[in-house]
């Protein structure tokens, strides 16, 4: 920590990085007798990711471009602890002494479509222009729809917006938590179904990331919530299991009710066909067991190489 014992904390530069610092630090502070806003100092820093924020992000380097430079920050002690959206933490650890101390409660998991027209996603006419960033939302448009355009759409969540109403598109699919915690629901046209549209891991989902062995992961453990980090755990550990990234048409999704915990995987081919669709359950406690059987069952399925090939993508732009 700094000489004035203040906690420095590295965030990307954008409203929904500071958005998700300011409900994480405020739980904190309510968490503790001697903490105000002012114990803590925020640095913002310019992530690969932001900087090329026109480019597909899978052309670019794909794995950890909105983390690496915050984990350098975190490495060379120019910040105490880095705060992450966890869906862009790649499941595969870059730098072994690091480590997340402390989740956050996850927001809702699903995807939103905002459309101009205020037309859902059925009622959408053919040819309509969708946009996306993501490799998954674009498998799972084409296996609904393949009569939609789809058209790449980079920037952050205000940046996308605005190219919305600026009609480059008809309508766009976004987080719901991101636009949850920048109080942008109103702009929402539909909530979209998960069975339709599941979820990428850790979706929804806010970590906290320090060297290992820091003293501030007791302080963090205060609001960590054990049910989002074992959820989220599961989730991560079938991606490392299958050696696959944010950047793969795959959706891991785990949910703990009572003491089981139910964990799903829909795998979607680059044109929207599924490859893989499987739900399993075992005990709360098992998950790690559970997260390995699901990626055997996921290996046995359809292999590695074909995985690894879900890694290549030509044309993000699709026209029907």
């Given at each position: 920590m700094s000489k004035l014992n203040q906690i420095?904390?590295?965030?990307r530069e954008s409203k929904l990085s500071r958005a998700q610092t300011d409900i994480l630090l405020k739980q904190l502070i309510n968490a503790?007798?001697?903490?105000?806003?002012?114990?803590?100092?925020?640095?913002?820093?310019?992530?690969?990711?932001?900087?090329?924020?026109?480019?597909?992000?899978?052309?670019?380097?794909?794995?950890?471009?909105?983390?690496?430079?915050?984990?350098?920050?975190?490495?060379?002690?120019s910040v105490d602890v880095g705060i992450h959206s966890m869906k862009d933490v790649p499941a595969e650890d870059s730098f072994n002494d690091l480590e997340i101390i402390c989740w956050l409660e996850r927001e809702n998991h699903r995807d939103a479509l905002i459309s101009n027209s205020g037309q859902k996603f059925f009622d959408l006419p053919p040819g309509a222009i969708i946009g996306t960033s993501s490799i998954r939302r674009r498998a799972q448009i084409l296996s609904l729809r393949k009569d939609l355009r789809i058209k790449l759409l980079r920037g952050n969540v205000d940046t996308r917006i605005k190219k919305l109403r600026e009609n480059n598109y008809d309508a766009i699919i976004l987080s719901l938590a991101g636009l949850k915690r920048l109080g942008l629901i109103d702009h929402v046209t539909e909530e979209l179904n998960e069975e339709q549209f599941p979820p990428a891991a850790s979706q929804g989902t806010v970590g906290v990331q320090s060297k290992r062995g820091s003293i501030l992961k007791k302080l963090f453990g205060l609001i960590n919530h054990h049910k989002t980090e074992i959820e989220s755990l599961t989730e991560r550990e079938v991606l490392k299991k299958i050696n696959a990234n944010c950047n793969s048409p795959i959706s891991v999704y785990a949910k703990i009710t009572d003491n089981m915990i139910s964990l799903k995987c829909d795998i979607y081919d680059h044109e929207g066909n599924k490859l893989f669709s499987n739900k399993?359950?075992?005990?709360?406690n098992q998950y790690v067991r559970l997260a390995n059987n699901l990626a055997k069952l996921i290996l046995d399925?359809?292999?590695?190489?074909?995985?690894?090939?879900l890694d290549e993508l030509n044309d993000f732009d699709y026209a029907p």
């Open positions: 420095s904390v590295g965030i503790t007798d001697n903490m105000s806003i002012e114990s803590f100092s925020i640095k913002t820093i310019k992530t690969k990711g932001d900087i090329h924020n026109v480019h597909r992000l899978d052309q670019i380097g794909g794995k950890g471009l909105f983390i690496k430079e915050i984990e350098k920050n975190i490495i060379n002690s399993i359950l075992d005990e709360k399925d359809i292999g590695q190489e074909k995985i690894d090939k």
